[in-house]
């Protein structure tokens, strides 16, 4: 049974940073792709970043990029999402998600496996 636990969520003032980390248990963790996703109040879940197995590839939503930075310690089956710069737009609950294959996707359909949420809220 594959399960996902992030962590590191919070209240933090507009230009601060928090550091989301999501601890993997139930599969091979460094065979598969990683993403976080996140869902504002009333909207819709979108992709924030993916990773591929080895941590050789990322990819960021437009949003993001340039603020976050996604990353993964296989040793530890742990993946993080690093965010600086935050502004309150990135108000959100985020989620880790486990993939089905070894790439980084974009699409939430290809990931099985999420994680229950962790709350960012960013005031100005």
């Known amino acids: 049974q594959v399960q996902l636990v992030e962590s590191g969520g919070g209240l933090v003032q507009a230009g601060g940073s928090l550091r989301l980390s999501c601890a993997a248990s139930g599969r091979t963790f460094s065979r598969y792709g990683m993403g976080w996703f996140r869902q504002a109040p009333g909207k819709e879940r979108v992709f924030v970043a993916t990773?591929?197995?080895?941590?050789?590839?990322?990819d960021y939503a437009d949003s993001v990029k340039g603020r976050f930075t996604i990353s993964r310690d296989n040793a530890k089956n742990t993946v993080i999402l690093q965010m600086n710069n935050l502004k309150p737009e990135d108000t959100a609950l985020y989620y880790c998600?486990?993939?089905?294959?070894?790439?980084?996707?974009?699409?939430?359909?290809?990931?099985?496996?999420w994680g229950q949420g962790t709350q960012v809220t960013v005031s100005s």
């Open positions: 998600a486990g993939a089905i294959g070894s790439s980084g996707y974009r699409n939430s359909g290809m990931y099985p496996y």
């Open positions: 990773i591929t197995w080895s941590g050789s590839s990322t």
